[in-house]
């Protein structure tokens, strides 16, 4: 898969993504804005994140984009749950079990603390660092994407216009 998809406008400027899945890997980006020059006048990448009131826990605050065609809020909300949940699945620190009870029990840092070092205590605490002889982070593990949240990108609307890059 490799779509491009037009979420909506924030500010007057339209929000594109990308989703690749190849190989078994799901990559999602997003851009602000974007211009011919191949730069921006918003922001890229993992855009998510600079939503209002985004957060890991699922609490994604969309209100401020105005839905493109074929869009609501609340299909907005769960593309970036998606995003959130499946971006880069090949690159996971823990096992199951120790990613699931991170996702319970979410970890607090503020710089300089580091999220390996308090998650890996906190996950030996729970009796779940070593789990089954795998010490957390020691390798980039992958989580296969369920089928559904494939079908669930794939039916997603294609971008209804054109981004400024193709």
């Known amino acids: 898969m490799n779509k491009v998809i037009r979420i909506g406008k924030l500010e007057d400027l339209s929000v594109f993504c990308r989703i690749e899945f190849k190989d078994g890997r799901l990559s ?21 994140t600079g939503f209002a009131e985004y957060d890991r826990r699922g609490h994604t605050s969309v209100t401020n984009i105005v ?23 090949d690159m996971r620190a823990g096992t199951p079990k120790q990613e699931e009870w991170l996702r319970q029990h979410p970890i607090e840092v503020v710089y300089p603390e580091s999220h390996y070092e308090k998650a890996s205590k906190l996950l030996e605490e729970a009796g779940l660092n070593p789990d089954d002889g795998y010490r957390y982070g020691h390798a980039w ?23 400024a890059w193709c």
């Open 28 to 48: 999602i980006t997003g851009v602000v804005g974007p211009m011919k020059s191949g730069n921006a006048l918003g922001s890229c990448g993992q855009i998510i």
């Open 141 to 163: 593990l992958r989580e296969e994407v369920p089928a559904e949240v494939l079908q669930f990108l794939a039916d997603l609307p294609d971008a209804d216009v054109q981004p």
């Open 67 to 89: 839905p493109a065609s074929g869009w609501t809020v609340g299909y907005i909300r769960r593309f970036f749950d998606v995003w959130d949940r499946w971006h880069l699945n």
